[in-house]
């Protein structure tokens, strides 16, 4: 893949380059990663596929947030771009990240289901005594993060904590475009056969310090999705990620410190069909990479 650009960000899944000083160009590669190792074997098409998701939610989420989407196309930079790049990167504006993840949950699962049996509480929030793993919750909770450094956790913090980080006004924009943002998805997947149990967002500022929603948006990667037909109260149900991919590390032999051990072609063809089922399920349509190279910017 030739890029002609200075790269200047390399995430486990996501490289970033800058165009120039306003515009960058992310691109979203098929790298895997599971507890928080870069795998060497790679997943095919997902980089498109989380790319051409995230269009479709920038896309319906316009409404209620601005989003990092330049009004350009990857080929008006990159003329000989090949639609596997086309499809896979896009042109957004340069922001100011806001140090904090916004995670939503409608269901009490994951690290917050951990939290829940230690304390009773996620983030501070305490939470009825008698919940099961993977119950809904009355409403939806904002229960935010820190932004660690590369290869360090996420730790999830009170609103308290957040406010201290990015002040009253913002911390309480943040909760309140988060949660808008995840009922409008959840009321769209819903009518698909989905469930949203818990999604991320990431946020930053544009020059005109206003609030900006960037980098990806409810992917199978930063959401877990189930699926209405096998969902279950007081189990772990099956999410359309990389589930496998875990589930198959935790019968290694393996300490989860780099390098990361070879994923079978069994697993890695699994694990693709989850991501397209995704696609699928979420934008209505089956992914074809023609057609989602050329599309125009939601």
Known sequence: MDIPFPRIHQGKVRD???????????????RLS???????????????LLTQISNFWFGQTAPIIKNHLA???V???MPNASPDLQARAVVCKKLKALPCEAIVRGYIIGSGWKDYLATGQVCGITLPADLQQAEKLEQA????????????HDENITFEQLVNLIGQERAVQLKS???????????????????????????GLDENDELVLMDEVLTPDSSRFWNQANYQVGTSPESY?????????????????????????????????KYHEAYQRITGQAFKLDEAAVSDLP
Not at 143 to 148: Q, R
Not at 241 to 255: A, C, G, H
């Open 71 to 73: 009004d350009v196309n």
């Open 177 to 203: 475009v988060s949660i808008a943002i995840y009922r409008a998805a959840r009321d769209h997947v819903e009518s698909r056969g989905l469930i949203i149990a818990d999604t991320k967002f990431e946020f």
């Open 141 to 152: 909770l904002f229960t935010p993060s820190s932004k660690a450094a590369v290869g360090d």
């Open 75 to 77: 080929s008006d930079v």
């Open 34 to 48: 599971a507890f928080d190792v870069v795998l060497p074997d790679a997943i095919p098409h997902k980089g498109a």
């Open 241 to 273: 990620d990389k589930q496998f991919v875990r589930d198959y590390l935790e019968t290694l032999d393996w300490d989860k410190s780099p390098p990361g051990p070879h994923i079978p072609t069994d697993i890695i063809n699994k694990t693709a069909e």
């Open 16 to 30: 970033v380059y800058q165009i120039d000083d306003q515009h960058l160009l992310m691109v979203a590669s098929d």
